[in-house]
């Protein structure tokens, strides 16, 4: 079974690097800004609807507006990525 950074990195894996880099790259294109992983995910979760909150909240809160209606974060995580 994959974990959650596998999911995530086959999703954003564009040009081989880190996850990280990836992720932060990605999060610039779905329309996060900021100097870190953290600032894109903030303003990118901002800007598609997530109310103000934790990342975690806002995440939750996202995935929920996609369809992700499984009780547990993680769960919603693990489908979000894994498409």
């Given at each position: 079974?994959?974990?959650?950074?596998?999911?995530?990195?086959?999703?954003?894996?564009?040009?081989?690097?880190?996850?990280?880099?990836?992720?932060?790259?990605?999060?610039?294109?779905?329309g996060?800004?900021?100097?870190?992983?953290?600032?894109?995910?903030?303003?990118?979760?901002?800007g598609?609807?997530?109310?103000?909150?934790t990342?975690?909240?806002?995440?939750?809160?996202?995935?929920?507006?996609?369809?992700?209606?499984?009780?547990?974060?993680?769960?919603?995580?693990?489908?979000?990525?894994?498409?």
């Amino acid at each position: 079974m994959s974990t959650l950074d596998d999911l995530k990195y086959a999703k954003v894996n564009v040009t081989g690097l880190s996850l990280n880099d990836e992720l932060f790259i990605w999060l610039g294109v779905q329309g996060g800004s900021g100097a870190t992983v953290t600032d894109r995910e903030f303003s990118m979760l901002k800007g598609k609807g997530a109310f103000t909150g934790t990342l975690l909240d806002m995440w939750y809160q996202y995935l929920g507006v996609l369809g992700h209606t499984q009780p547990a974060l993680a769960d919603r995580q693990m489908a979000f990525w894994a498409v």
